[in-house]
Structures are given as C-alpha cells and as structure tokens.
C-alpha cells in the first residue's frame, strides 16, 4: 500500500488560513506538501513537478479553481492527477456556475470529489486518501492487466486483499459494480 509520505500533495487555495490549515493536516498524516495562491502559481508548479493529488479552491484570482482543473484536464501529461475540490461557494453566487460546469462535464473532467468548506481535517485527510487510492486502482486495472499474466494479476489481488481495510474494500466492490 502507498505511504503518505511518499505522495505530494499540492493545495491550492487563496486564503492563507485555509491553506495552512489544509497543510498541516496533510504534513500531520506524513504528506510532502506544496501550496499556491492561485490558478497560475498552481499550474506553474505542476507543470514543474506534478503532484500526486491536487487540493483546489473554486474561487480565486488571477485563475480560479474551475479553469485551472479544466486547463490540466486538457493536458495530456497532467490530466490523471486527481483533484480534491474545496470550496465554501459551490451552492452560491460567486462559485454555483463553475461547480455545475465542473460537476455536470463528462467524468474524466471532474473532480474525483469535492468538500465544502469547512472541512474537518479528518473528512479531508480521508477523501485525499481515496482520491489517490482511486488513481492507484486505475494505474493497476491499466498498466497491471496489460503487463501482467491473468494468474500473476490474481496472485496480486488476493495479497493485496489479505491486507486491505474493511471499508476500503467495500469502496472497490462499489466501484467494480458501477463498471458492469
């Protein structure tokens, strides 16, 4: 299973409470942690070194949240980063148009979940973890089944099984169901 501390995550966020807040939750958990203020700082840095998960405000300057995920979707190298939507105005004025844009796009554009501010940290820490655990379960299911033979592949899931938690296993079930 993947280590904390071997993921980067990178938070964006304009409020600089909220970012720190955000990091000290992830760095506690054992996260390497990079932060932005913008859309523009963000992609500067992922362009630079791409995160292992992205944690991104809606409503920002310079660059919001919505064209920033929708600038890296589009990016053939950073499109499978997953993105932890955060944000405190998806229902309101100033975020409602982006957040539905965002939540009504086709599913390889949108966000692998979103929170509202504010988050308790051990919500947040949780649906960081699944977001990248949802990458790692498609890095297995396309690079695994492609290298691998069907008895290896079967051999891997079954230590991987013995292993797994309880709750993360009912989330895979979901998962693998939604796909028949």
Not at 11 to 32: H, P
């Amino acid at each position: 299973m993947t280590q904390p501390s071997e993921k980067t995550v990178l938070v964006v966020d304009d409020e600089k409470n909220v970012r720190l807040f955000l990091k000290t939750v992830l760095e506690k958990a054992g996260f390497k942690v990079e932060t932005a203020v913008d859309g523009v700082e963000a992609l500067e840095k992922v362009r630079a070194h791409p995160p292992d998960v992205i944690s991104l405000d809606l409503v920002m300057p310079k660059k919001s949240g919505a064209k920033f995920l929708l600038e890296i979707r589009k990016d053939k190298d950073l499109q499978n980063i997953p993105v932890v939507l955060v944000t405190a105005h998806a229902k309101d004025a100033l975020g409602k148009e982006d957040f539905d844009a965002i939540m009504s796009g086709d599913s390889i554009r949108k966000p692998e979940t979103y929170l509202i501010k504010p988050v308790k940290a051990e919500t947040y820490l949780a649906n960081i973890k699944r977001a990248l655990e949802m990458k790692h379960m498609k890095t297995l299911v396309s690079v695994g089944v492609a290298e691998s033979s069907s008895k290896n592949l079967k051999d891997e899931i079954k230590e991987l099984l013995d292993d797994a938690d309880p709750e993360k296993l009912k989330e895979a079930l979901k998962l693998l169901r939604e796909k028949k």
